[in-house]
């Protein structure tokens, strides 16, 4: 089936450092998978942070970015430079629509700490 | 204000019993979701549902039941809580389509003993 691999946190960085968290995939019932990275706050739920459709691409938001690479099967998160506000889990993902609306596969998670 | 909102937000059931775990939406979606999430795996999807009063089976539903009454409400049912299910469990809902996003609440750990 489909998986996802990511780094295994926690991770601490310190602030304004930079920041990459790894991500790599396995779409075996997908040709063309969409990816996504997702985050989740303390006390909150998972909220969407980037997505990336199309391989090759480059998504970005609140500073941090990832590219979709094919050949690698790879869909790595980088900040240049973090802050403490970002110390929060982070959830690779791939999804594609179906029957179930649209079926999203995680990584386990990756639990950022920023030391300010 | 939260559009998808989960009660309770942490409960500690004892084997045998029964859990219900609710999940109210005001996003106007079709499509809710329940997932749950343990140490060392990714969320994983126990049941979904499309329209009121219908629910579907996701990729580990054994042990859970799902009843969605209204467009806004689903609930995830353990009929017979088992030390197995203690995990963090988390609603969503999303609309169909490619690349819909879907947004998740804030989570309910339950703790079976």
């Known amino acids: 089936g489909d998986s996802v691999t990511q780094t295994e946190g926690p991770v601490t960085v310190s602030e304004s450092e930079s920041l990459i968290i790894n991500c790599t995939y396995s779409?075996?019932?997908?040709?063309?998978?969409?990816l996504f990275w997702y985050v989740r706050y303390p006390g909150e739920g998972l909220q969407l942070l980037l997505k990336v459709i199309t391989a090759g691409q480059k998504g970005s938001s609140r500073g941090f970015e990832a590219t979709y690479n094919k050949e690698t099967t790879s869909f790595h998160l980088q900040k240049a430079s973090v802050q403490e506000s970002d110390s929060a889990v982070y959830y690779c993902?791939?999804?594609?629509?179906?029957?179930?609306?649209?079926?999203?596969?995680f990584g386990t998670g990756t639990s950022l700490l920023v030391d300010p | 204000e939260a559009a998808v909102t989960q009660s309770p937000r942490s409960k500690v059931a004892v084997t045998g019993g029964k859990v219900t775990l609710s999940c109210h939406q005001t996003?106007?979606?079709?499509?809710m979701y329940w997932y749950r999430q343990d140490t060392g795996h990714g969320l994983r999807l126990i049941h979904y549902?499309?329209?009121?009063?219908?629910?579907e089976k996701g990729d580990i539903p054994d042990g859970y039941k799902a009843s969605r009454p209204s467009q806004e409400n689903f609930s995830l049912i353990l009929e017979l809580a088992s030390l197995s299910q203690t995990a963090v469990y988390f609603c969503?809902?999303?609309?169909?389509?490619?690349?819909?996003?879907?947004?998740f609440g804030p989570g309910t750990r339950l703790t079976v003993l």
């Open positions: 549902s499309y329209v009121a009063d219908s629910t």
């Open positions: 996003n106007n979606h079709d499509y």
């Open positions: 993902a791939l999804g594609e629509a179906g029957n179930m609306g649209y079926k999203l596969t």
């Open positions: 779409a075996t019932s997908i040709a063309y998978p969409n």
């Open positions: 969503a809902s999303g609309d169909w389509g490619g690349y819909a996003e879907q947004f």
